[in-house]
């Protein structure tokens, strides 16, 4: 069964760069088609995309942040992590790591973290 | 502002059928695949429906996706208490080097 475990600083200050690491267990984030990626949640809102990685190296961001975020992978630690620079009290959020499972033509979340929330203050 | 559209909110009584819209584009729903994930409070999101109107293992038939043109739809019939989620509907989105876009989210309220 695979697992995902978010883990990085719950407290980030304004301006600062936001990291958190996502930790993969039961599998190895090498095999499969499988694209690996980062989501947000503010409290009581929405669901919205970061970006994933594959582990090639190939990246998808959402357009909206692209200029802010880094999505990277370490194969040899099966984890996979995200920096998104220059932060505001509008990033606060529970953030998500989540496997995205590509087959047949198409792609889905099958597996998810039980997202890190992080507080953008000073 | 969700790029994919759902209502903000639904209801039924139990053992009633309700669907959930969700409205996109040409470069989203239109040429690719809707999915429907289920968020219980306080948990994970969950995949419902794939490939537009697929069930993983383990969920309920009660459950059944749509598509036509630009929008799709989550149907659920047979109505239970533990349906009483927020429900939201995401696609690939071809435009801008691909991305993708989720819906606002609909909470389902079992009255």
């Known amino acids: 069964q695979v697992q995902l475990q978010e883990s990085g600083p719950g407290l980030v200050k304004p301006s600062q760069t936001l990291s958190l690491t996502c930790t993969v267990s039961?599998?190895?984030?090498?095999?499969?088609?499988?694209?690996w990626s980062w989501i947000r949640q503010p409290a009581g809102k929405g669901l919205e995309w970061i970006g994933r990685i594959y582990t090639s190296g190939s990246t998808n961001y959402n357009p909206s942040l692209k200029s802010r975020v880094t999505i990277s992978v370490d194969t040899s630690k099966n984890q996979f992590s995200l920096k998104l620079s220059s932060v505001t009290a509008a990033d606060t959020a529970l953030y998500y790591c989540?496997?995205?499972?590509?087959?047949?033509?198409?792609?889905?979340?099958?597996?998810w973290g039980q997202g890190t929330l992080v507080t953008v203050s000073s | 502002q969700s790029v994919l559209t759902q209502p903000p909110s639904a209801s039924g009584t139990p053992g009633q059928r309700v669907t959930i819209s969700c409205s996109g584009s040409?470069?989203?729903?239109?040429?690719?695949?809707v999915y429907w994930y289920q968020q219980l409070p306080g948990t994970a999101p969950k995949l419902l429906i794939y490939r537009i109107n697929q069930r993983p293992s383990g969920v309920p038939d009660r459950f059944s996706g749509s598509k036509s043109g630009t929008s799709a739809s989550l149907a659920i019939s047979g109505l239970r208490s533990e349906d009483e989620a927020d429900y939201y509907c995401a696609a690939w989105d071809d435009s801008l080097s691909g991305h993708w876009v989720f819906g606002g989210g609909t909470k389902l309220t079992v009255l």
């Open positions: 040409s470069s989203n729903i239109g040429i690719n695949y």
């Open positions: 989540a496997r995205d499972h590509c087959s047949g033509g198409s792609c889905y979340f099958d597996y």
């Open positions: 039961g599998g190895s984030i090498s095999s499969g088609s499988y694209y």
